[in-house]
T-cell receptor, first 117, second 112 residues
Framework: GAGVSQSPSNKVTEKGKDVELRCDPISGHTALYWYRQRLGQGLEFLIYFQGNSAPDKSGLPSDRFSAERTGESVSTLTIQRTQQEDSAVYLC???????????????FGPGTRLTVT | GNSVTQMEGPVTLSEEAFLTINCTYTATGYPSLFWYVQYPGEGLQLLLKATKADDKGSNKGFEATYRKETTSFHLEKGSVQVSDSAVYFCALSDTGGFKTIFGAGTRLFVKA
């Protein structure tokens, strides 16, 4: 079946503008995750959703970052008043959620490369 | 809080050499442990997992054993191939929810 998709694949924006990044998870996956990966670095956890709820928002770097999920499906990550340090690849992943040993196995999308000029 | 520490790279090996990438973790409770791999130009994908102490995850010739006594989950492969060149990430998932912490990643180069 279809994997996790993200759009756009690349986004170049001017400092101070707002951007929206979209993630379509695998159908039936109740858990959805957002990560940030700066060049040459590891993954930085931003937020996860279980259903449409986000129990843990502690990873969001600042109040300029927000995320929502609707219909237990699509999620958007919004960055307001972008700064140059926001330049990174933003990765989305989904997992089955629920119970059982496979609930944490994450399937990743290809990412959105954000460049703030 | 929870954390994952893995050996710094890059690691450079000749084909057919033995590979070990060390990973240790700090966590409360009983997290699930994972190794993910990112091949050049591709997205992250799950390599193997272990969900409880003493479990051994294995896939594509790679193995890792969940050692609670040493809080470790070291990745091993007996004979690496050029096609194994990639970045390897150790990760843990909080048993109380779905927050997942990744290590910084270890880049592996395998020479023919």
């Amino acid at each position: 079946g279809a994997g996790v998709s993200q759009s756009p694949s690349n986004k170049v924006t001017e400092k101070g503008k707002d951007v929206e990044l979209r993630c379509d998870p695998i159908s039936g996956h109740t858990a959805l995750y957002w990560y940030r990966q700066r060049l040459g670095q590891g993954l930085e956890f931003l937020i996860y959703f279980q259903g449409n709820s986000a129990p843990d928002k502690s990873g969001l770097p600042s109040d300029r970052f927000s995320a929502e999920r609707t219909g237990e499906s699509v999620s958007t990550l919004t960055i307001q008043r972008t700064q140059q340090e926001d330049s990174a690849v933003y990765l989305c992943a989904s997992s089955l959620g629920g119970f059982g040993g496979s609930r944490y196995e994450q399937y990743f999308g290809p990412g959105t490369r954000l460049t703030v000029t | 809080g929870n954390s994952v520490t893995q050996m710094e790279g890059p690691v450079t090996l000749s084909e057919e050499a033995f590979l070990t990438i060390n990973c240790t973790y700090t966590a409360t409770g009983y997290p699930s442990l994972f190794w993910y791999v990112q091949y050049p130009g591709e997205g992250l994908q799950l390599l193997l997992k272990a969900t409880k102490a003493d479990d051994k995850g294995s896939n594509k010739g790679f193995e890792a054993t969940y050692r609670k006594e040493t809080t470790s989950f070291h990745l091993e492969k007996g004979s690496v191939q050029v096609s194994d060149s990639a970045v390897y990430f150790c990760a843990l998932s909080d048993t109380g929810g779905f927050k997942t912490i990744f290590g910084a990643g270890t880049r592996l180069f395998v020479k023919a």
